[in-house]
């Protein structure tokens, strides 16, 4: 007689672990310590418009994670640059899409949703008079940006609307973008 007891899969929706992640949502609902998560990026400058932010590691939980990633920046020739690189406008947006994207998986994963398609386009507009400080009128950033996102999957246009209003509730990049956030500079001159 066999007597090997199967592992359970996990529950796997659009490539994410559905179980690890109600895992984690449990384990947050248990102690709110677990909820904290803290973010760092050294960024160098690398010469002309060039420069290179370094990730080495976040805060999960009270616990340090390393990670090793570097993020090339760069301008467009037009604005004094190489063009050897994404500008920090364009990271921006990613970064914004990026976010918006993993809340849409996620979001649909625990639901059962099946995804076969979600693209999200962002645009926004600077006038260069407010970065060059040549009009104190003109705001040196986007006055708005606009977005559309493309989803297709198994889910109905209803559970899709759900989705959205929930990740526009719940996105990091969504909500640091939508709302003023405070920043505190410190400058250290070497």
Known sequence: ???????????????INVDDLKGLISSIEGDAT???TSWRVATTWQGQTRSRAEVQGFGFGGENVERRFSIDVDEPLQLGGS?????PQE???AALNACMTVGYVAQCAVRGI?????????E??????????????VAPGYEALRYTVRIRGDG???QFEEIHA????????????????????????E
């Open 91 to 93: 990271y921006l947006i």
């Open 1 to 15: 007689m066999d007597t090997m007891i199967k592992e359970k899969e996990p529950t796997v929706v659009n490539g």
């Open 156 to 158: 109905t246009r209803q």
């Open 114 to 122: 099946n995804i076969e398609h979600l693209e999200i386009e962002t």
């Open 124 to 137: 926004g507009d600077i006038d260069l008079r407010g970065f060059l400080g040549l009009s104190s009128d």
């Open 83 to 87: 063009n050897r690189f994404a500008n």
């Open 34 to 36: 677990k909820a904290m």
């Open 166 to 189: 929930a990740v526009m509730a719940t996105s990091p990049n969504f909500y640091n973008l939508a709302r003023p956030v405070a920043l505190n500079p410190t400058l250290v001159v």
